[in-house]
């Protein structure tokens, strides 16, 4: 089997956090890692080379293959702000509603920036699907 090419790394976050050319994403990447480091009690790690990731859990395939992972991550794309809301959308659907303009993938939540969505309602999100893999992790 392939390993995982998103693996922790030792980068600084901060030196990420800073470098981030565009200064409002750069700020509301400050913003989401507050609410992140909060929703998850942990310290911010740098996955890869541009994903910010906090804590972590393990799974295992169905078809056998096992790994870590975040329960919760963003990273600052060109496109878009992109939220690793890990465990995916399908219950989270009120909230969705209240949260503004966004776009979703798998578990992936995409924002433009954080003045278009509601706030709260986003860190009521994180900290949910959060807690939610935690569960998950610890029934494992």
């Not at 976050?13 to 890692?33: E, G, N, S, T, Y």
């Not at 972590?56 to 939220?83: M, V």
Request: contains cysteine; charged residues 25%; glycine residues 6%.
């Amino acid at each position: 089997m392939a390993e995982l090419k998103t693996k922790p790394a030792r980068a600084s976050v901060k030196a990420f956090l800073d470098a981030i050319p565009d200064d409002q994403q750069r700020k509301d990447c400050r913003v989401i890692a507050r609410m992140m480091r909060d929703a998850t009690s942990a310290q911010p790690k740098m996955w890869g080379s541009d994903i910010v990731g906090y804590g972590s859990y393990h799974y295992k395939y169905a078809n056998g293959r096992e790994a870590d992972w975040f329960l919760a991550g963003f990273s600052p794309r060109k496109q878009a702000l992109t939220l690793y809301i890990m465990a995916g959308f399908h219950n989270y659907g009120t909230l969705l509603k209240k949260l503004g303009k966004h776009k979703t993938g798998t578990s992936c939540l995409y924002i433009k920036r954080l003045d278009d969505v509601n706030a709260s309602v986003l860190e009521k999100l994180i900290t949910a699907s959060t807690k939610h893999m935690a569960k998950q992790a610890k029934a494992r």
